[in-house]
C-alpha cells in the first residue's frame, strides 16, 4: 500500500483496516475461545480516534501478522494525528470505551510517570529520558516511546485475551514487573529520589491513551515508537507475577453502638489498625500514586501522601480522602481511605458497620428514655 506520509496510514488503509476488523469480529462465533498462538491469519486490533477524550467512541484498526509485536508497532506508526486523538489495546462492544462491555486486548499497556525529588509530577531531563531508553530493555517491554511528564510501555500478548479477570492479573503482573525492573536501574521514584513510577490507573478496562503524535493541551506530540524486543508475553505468566490481593473481609466492631462521633472514630480505626509501611515508600491506595505514600512520622497510626500538583492526591480524589497539610501534602486515618474506596461518608461507615447510631436511631432512644406524661 502507498502511504501519504510516513509513519501515518491514509484515509483509504484505514477504512481498509477497519473492514478487515469487522469482518474477523463477524466470522468468529461469540463464545469462541482464542486459543494458542496466533497464526499468520489472525488479527490483532487496535481501537483509535482522531479524537477529543471525551469522544468515547473509536474506530477499530487490524493487522495480519504472526508477529503480533510488528503487527501494533505498525499500528501505532499509522495512527493519524488530531486533537487529543488517542487508541487502546482492547476493543469493545459497539466500539465505545466501556468497563462494562470491554471484549478483549492485545496488549498491556503501562504510563510511567516521572516525580522529581519533591513527589511532583513533572517533565523529566533529557538525561533521564535518554538513561530510561538505553536500559528499557532490564523492562518487561516491547514497544516503548517517551511521553511529555513520563513514558510508555506496550507489551504485546501472544493472543489476544478475552477473560477480563485474567487480564486484570495480567496487567497487575506486568505493574509488578515493572516496579522490579526500575528499582534495579536505579530509576524507581521514592521518597526524596527523583525517579519513574507506574500509573495504577492501568487496570481501568476502559483506559484509553493518547496517540504518539496526538496534540494535548495546545502541545504536539512528536513521539517515536521504538522496538525493544520481538517476543512477545504469555497473559498466563505475565498474571503469575502478581501479587496477591489482600483479604477484603474487615473486622466487626467490638463493643456497644455509639452515640458520639468522635469516640466511634477513635474505635473504627483501632479496630482496622494497619502499618501503611515507610513513609513514601508505597501505593496510595486513593490516588494510585506510587513511592508516595506511608505512614505519618509524628502519627504513625496516620498515613500521608505526598503527591501533588495538578494530578496529585487532592486532584485525583477531589479532595474527599484526607486533609491537605500546609506543605501541600495529604493525610488521614484508615477511616478515610475506607470511605472513599465505598464512595462514602465517613460517618456513614461507621453506621453501616455498627459503630455509630444513625440520627432516626438516636432520637427514638432519646424518646423513650423520657418518662411518660
Not at 187 to 211: K, Q, T
Not at 283 to 298: I, K, V
Request: glycine share 10%; proline share 7%; hydrophobic share 35%.
Amino acid at each position: 500500500m502507498t502511504r501519504r506520509r510516513a509513519g501515518y496510514f491514509t484515509a483509504d488503509e484505514m477504512a481498509h483496516n477497519e473492514r478487515m476488523a469487522n469482518r474477523e469480529q463477524d466470522r468468529r462465533p461469540a463464545d469462541a475461545p482464542l486459543e494458542g498462538t496466533l497464526p499468520a491469519t489472525e488479527v490483532y486490533t487496535l481501537t483509535c480516534s482522531i479524537g477529543p477524550r471525551s469522544n468515547s467512541t473509536g474506530r477499530r484498526l487490524a493487522a495480519l501478522d504472526s508477529r503480533p509485536v510488528a503487527a501494533i508497532a505498525l499500528l501505532l506508526e499509522g495512527l493519524p494525528e488530531g486533537e487529543e486523538a488517542w487508541w487502546s489495546p482492547s476493543v469493545w462492544v459497539g466500539d465505545r470505551r466501556s468497563s462494562k462491555h470491554w471484549e478483549r486486548a492485545c496488549a498491556v499497556v503501562l504510563d510511567l510517570d516521572f516525580h522529581d525529588a519533591s513527589g511532583r509530577h513533572s517533565a523529566p531531563s533529557e538525561e533521564l529520558r535518554q538513561t530510561l531508553e538505553e536500559k528499557a530493555p532490564v523492562l518487561p517491554v516491547n514497544l516503548f516511546h517517551h511521553t511529555p511528564r513520563g513514558a510508555r510501555l506496550v507489551l504485546a500478548l501472544e493472543r489476544p485475551v478475552a477473560d477480563a479477570e485474567l487480564y486484570a492479573r495480567a496487567t497487575a503482573g506486568a505493574m509488578a514487573a515493572t516496579d522490579l525492573g526500575l528499582e534495579r536501574a536505579g530509576l524507581a521514584a521514592g521518597p526524596g529520589r527523583a525517579g519513574y513510577a507506574v500509573d495504577a490507573a492501568a487496570r481501568d478496562l476502559a483506559r484509553f491513551f493518547y496517540a504518539p503524535r496526538a496534540k494535548v493541551a495546545g502541545e504536539e506530540r512528536q513521539a517515536t515508537v521504538r522496538l525493544v524486543r520481538e517476543q512477545p508475553f504469555s497473559a498466563e505468566s505475565l498474571a503469575g507475577m502478581s501479587k496477591p490481593a489482600p483479604p477484603t473481609a474487615l473486622p466487626k466492631p467490638a463493643g456497644a453502638l455509639s452515640h458520639e462521633c468522635r469516640e466511634a472514630v477513635r474505635r473504627w480505626n483501632d479496630d482496622h489498625a494497619q502499618d501503611w509501611g515507610a513513609p513514601g515508600q508505597g501505593e496510595c491506595p486513593a490516588c494510585g500514586h506510587r513511592g508516595c505514600f506511608g505512614r505519618l512520622p509524628e502519627r504513625p497510626e496516620k498515613w500521608t501522601c505526598f503527591s501533588t500538583g495538578p494530578e496529585g492526591h487532592g486532584a485525583r480524589t477531589k479532595g474527599r480522602c484526607g486533609r491537605e497539610g500546609k506543605a501541600g501534602h495529604w493525610f488521614g486515618d484508615a477511616l478515610d481511605l475506607e470511605a472513599y474506596r465505598r464512595g462514602a461518608t465517613r460517618r456513614q461507615v461507621l453506621i453501616d458497620e455498627g459503630y455509630l447510631a444513625s440520627r432516626s436511631r438516636l432520637s427514638r432512644s432519646r424518646s423513650s428514655a423520657e418518662p411518660l406524661p
